[in-house]
């Protein structure tokens, strides 16, 4: 079983930046693509990035292209999203996610309990 703890959401205005944080409580931490969804207020949850257990790493081209970095420290079992040039489309809960050694987190077997970002106009 692997507990994440995510972290780092709060109230941001348009165009400034955050970074989730999303703490592992696994020993074989390197094995686990890890990576983020979201979901907004009646919108189903959808994929944002990942970094995978072998070190590359994909976005959602919709949300996060060019703005959202995905990184992953394996000392600290922690991996990160920094978030810039928020937009208020971004608001939402975001959720840590992981799966032991898939290539995109097709099916995640453990979930954050999530943090809420929101993005004022």
Do not use: H
């Amino acid at each position: 079983q692997v507990q994440l703890v995510d972290s780092g959401g709060g109230l941001v205005q348009a165009g400034g930046s955050l970074r989730l944080s999303c703490a592992a409580s696994t020993r074989t931490f390197s094995t686990y693509t890890m990576g983020w969804f979201r979901q907004a207020p009646g919108k189903e949850r959808e994929f944002v990035a990942a970094i995978r257990w072998s070190g590359g790493k994909i976005y959602s081209t919709d949300s996060a292209k060019g703005r959202f970095t995905i990184s992953r420290d394996s000392a600290k079992n922690t991996v990160y999203l920094q978030m810039n040039s928020l937009k208020p489309e971004d608001t939402a809960v975001y959720f840590c996610a992981a799966q032991a050694r898939s290539s995109w987190l097709e099916s995640p077997e453990f979930w954050g309990q999530g943090t809420q970002v929101t993005v004022s106009s």
